[in-house]
C-alpha cells in the first residue's frame, strides 16, 4: 500500500467546516465547558495547520485530528479544574429523568470509556479511527467500549432499584 | 439497541454556542510558525556563538525573514524575494470603497500581482493611527510594502475578474511600455472611467498584454479647467465591477478561497535594488544634479543605470483659476540595497524631509526656488517586474 504523506490546506478546512459541532461537542466532554472546548478545537486546528506535512496517510485524517483535539481538550483540563457536567436539564417534579440520569452516569465513566463513546455514537467514527484517535489498537477499542456499557447498565440498574 | 444513541448523546452534550471560524485557526497558526521562526533563529544564532566563540562573528552570517513592513531600507539581514524578478499580471491603485470611509476619504491601496504567486501591496489609512487594522504594518501612516503569496489559482482569479472590467471597457483602455512608472495616483485623461461622486475619488489598474501594459483609469467628476480633466461617464455595470475588483484586490483574505493562497501569512517585501530618486524643480541635467550632493553620494551614484522621468506639473490656484508655476525632473539610479545603504550614509549628514517622514527614508537637498518644491533625494524598493513607484505623500 502506498502511503501519503501530509494533509493539504483545503482538507482540513473541509473537515473543520463539515464537523465542526461534533468536535467542539465531543471536546466539552473532556473539558466540561463548551467555551473551553471550542478554544481547544482552535488550538488543535491550528496544530494541525502548523504540523501537516508530518499527516502519514496511516489512518483516516479525520481521526489524526482528532487525537490532536483529544489532546488538545485533556491539556485545557490539566491547566484548569474541569467544569463537572456537561448540558443541565432541569428534574421534573423530583425526577432528574433519562437524560439526567444517563449523564450522571458518563460523567463518572473513565475518560477514555467516556470518550470512546462519543466518537463512537455521538461522532460515527469506527473502531480503527477511534483506536488511532485515543492512541491505543482497535482491539482495545472494542474493550474499552464494553467495559463503558458494562458500567454504565450496572449505573443505569442502581438508578432503577 | 445500544445503551448510547446519537440522539440521548446529543442532549447531555453542551449546545454549542460559537460558530466556525477558519481564520482564526490560521491565525494562531501563523502566530506560532511566527514563534517558531523566532526560536530557531535563536537557537542557530546560539549555535554559532557556541561554534565560533565570538557574537560578533554573527553579524555577516546572520538572515531572517522579516514579518513586519518597514519605511526605507531593510535591517540587515533581512531575506529578499525571492526570486529577484518576476512577470507583472495585474497593477492596481486607489483610494478604496471596500475598507470603510472614515470622514470624507479613503483608505489608499496599492496591489502588484506576479504570475509566480507573489501578491506585494501597501496601504494608507485616510486617518492614521494605531487601529489600522494592519498588525504587520510598518507605522500608523503607512503599511510598508507587504508580501503574500498566491497559488496559480488565485492569480487567475485576480486576472480574470480585471480582464473581465477591461473586457467591458474596450474603448477607455490606454497602452503603456511596461517599463512605465506608475506615479502614485496622479492619473486623470481623457480615456477614463468617471465614476459617481459617492466612488472614492481616483484610481487606475494595469493588466499585463506582453510588454505592454493596458491600463484602465477612474475618477469623480472634475471641474473642465482642471488639468487632465476628462473622461467617459461609468454605467452602473462598470462601477459595480470597479466595486467587485476593489474588493478582490483590496480584501483578497476575505474574498479569495483557502485555495487560491499559497503563503496567507504576511511578510514584508525586500527588495533586492533600490532606485535613489532626486526631484528637483526647476529641471537640471543628471551631472548638475549629482553635484548638489554630497561628494560621497554622488560618487556612488554616478556611472549607475538611471531613469529620467518628467517628474510632476507643479501648479498654483490664482484668482479661481489654475496656473501652471513649473515642472520637476527626476532622475532614479539604480543600485543593490547594499550600495543604498552607503548612499543612505553618505546623505546622513542632510535633513531628513519632515514630510515624507512614515512614508519615505528622503532627505532635502536644496530648498524650493520660486514656490516650486524643494529638491529631495529618497529611496524607493524595486518591484519584481524591474519597476518603481513612488512612496512619498499623496498631496
Redesign the interface.
Known sequence: MIRRRGAS??EL?AL??GR??IF???A??VTG???R??DAV??A???A??KRSSFRGDGPLEAWVWRIVLNAARADVRRITPVAG??E?GAVNGDPG??AT??AA?VLLPERQRTA??L???A?LDYAAIGEALGISTGSVSATLSAA?AT??NR?EEVRT | M?????A???????????A???E???S??RV??GR?RRHLVLAAAAALVAVIGTASAIGGVRTFVLDKGFIGLPPRGATPSAPESGDLVVHWEGFTPTLPAQGRANDIVRVWVYADGRIIWDRRPHHPGPETGIPEGANEFNSGYLEQRLTPKGVELVRSAIAGLFERSRALLETFPASDVPLLLARKGRSALIVPEDFPSVGSMELSDGDRLLRLGWHTPCHPTDLGCGGTTATAEQVAALRRVDMLVTAPASVLP??A?AVREVRAYVPSHYAVCIDTSPPKDASHLLSMLPARAAELLRGKSRTRLGGEVQEAREGGRVVVLGRSVRYCFKVETEQAREVAEALSGLDPEPGWKGYALAYRVAEPVNKLNPTWIWFEPYFPHGGFTFSGPVG
Open positions: 490546506l483545503d478546512e473543520y467546516r465542526f459541532a467542539v461537542r465531543v466539552a466532554s465547558d463548551s467555551e472546548a471550542h482552535q488550538e486546528f491550528a496544530t495547520v502548523q456537561y448540558a436539564t433519562p437524560d444517563l449523564r458518563l463513546v462519543f463512537r455514537y455521538f460515527d456499557h454504565l447498565r443505569l | 445500544s445503551d448510547f444513541d446519537h440521548s448523546l446529543d442532549r447531555v452534550l453542551p449546545p454549542i454556542e460559537s466556525p471560524d477558519w482564526d485557526v490560521l494562531r497558526s506560532r510558525q517558531h483557502s485555495s493562497w
